[in-house]
Nanobody, 132 residues
């Protein structure tokens, strides 16, 4: 079973910053399209940003200009740098690894559906809370 380990969540005030990290085994990392998703209470899981193994990437419109996705292949780690955080960014953030090239990209513009929930390997989630 693929294990993804996330870290870096926390509580910040609006305008603050956090950096999330996600580490996975090397064989999965170098062959997967890696992505960040989030889920607010009572809402569907939604895509935040995704980066394929060739470092092609995309980010959701709601976080464009504030969030940056990156990956360190030497450390098998995916990052999400979140700046100028807003209360609406509050939620549980999940890292995911998809063996199908580019598939997470399409979920940056539409809610995650059951087939994707079943198909991807997910981390345990890390809570991000933005409030004053």
């Amino acid at each position: 079973q693929v294990q993804l380990v996330e870290s870096g969540g926390g509580s910040v005030q609006p305008g603050g910053s956090l950096r999330l990290s996600c580490t996975v085994s090397r064989d999965v990392f170098i062959t997967s399209c890696m992505a960040w998703f989030r889920q607010a209470p009572g809402k569907a899981r939604e895509g935040v940003a995704a980066m394929d193994h060739d470092e092609t990437y995309t980010v959701a419109r709601s976080v464009k200009g504030r969030f940056t996705i990156s990956r360190d292949n030497a450390k098998n780690t995916l990052y999400l740098q979140m700046n100028n955080l807003k209360p609406e960014d509050t939620g549980v953030y999940y890292c995911a690894a998809d063996p199908i090239e580019r598939r997470p990209f399409m979920y940056m513009t539409r809610p995650v559906d059951a087939p994707l929930l079943d198909a991807l390997n997910w981390g345990q989630g890390t809570q991000v809370t933005v409030s004053s």
